[in-house]
């Protein structure tokens, strides 16, 4: 399927890794977005907390987002599927293994999901070695992407968007 999982708590089915919020928070932590926008974008965008971008009615210069930070990233694995600071749960202490999937040319998500792989394989095992979280970068054709999703055989894909807002005058 893409993804390897640690066996979970009863009733949890493996397709839905990303089911539990603090997978998706601990992710959330794991790329470098200042890195991130100098490789893929040269420097030439910005990372927007939300989808009201600057210039849209109703943008908050004030809200929050997830920042790259390698110990709640940790810690986010630690309490996923109901484990604790002190008793972490399967996705940290079994490891998992899952497939970073983006559409070939598209070298920006390619750039994304590399980083996340860098960050899962290398940065939080030298933060801490008892981590055994794995990536590994895999480019696919849309349709094949398209088809996987059908079949309910991804757990994941990087996406992207570029909006194309008007004036927002």
Wanted: proline share 5%; charged share 20%; with cysteine.
């Amino acid at each position: 399927t893409g993804t390897y999982l640690p066996e979970m708590p009863p009733g949890t089915p493996k397709h839905d890794f990303f089911g539990d919020i603090h997978i998706r928070r601990a992710f959330a932590h794991l790329v470098n977005h200042t890195a991130y926008l100098e490789a893929a974008f040269l420097g030439e965008a910005i990372w927007p907390s939300s989808i009201i971008i600057d210039g849209l009615k109703y943008h908050n210069p004030d809200q929050q987002f997830y920042q790259y930070d390698l110990n709640e990233a940790l810690r986010e694995f630690k309490l996923a599927f109901g484990g604790t600071e002190e008793n972490p749960g399967p996705a940290y202490t079994q490891g998992f293994f899952v497939h970073l999937i983006y559409t070939t040319g598209y070298t920006m998500r390619q750039k994304y999901c590399e980083m996340l792989e860098y960050t899962l394989e290398t940065a939080l095992r030298e933060k801490d070695p008892n981590f055994k979280g794995e990536g590994r970068v895999l480019g696919l054709w849309g349709y094949v992407i398209r088809l996987l999703c059908i079949a309910r055989q991804l757990s994941n894909w990087m996406v992207g968007w570029v909006a194309d807002f008007a004036d927002a005058d």
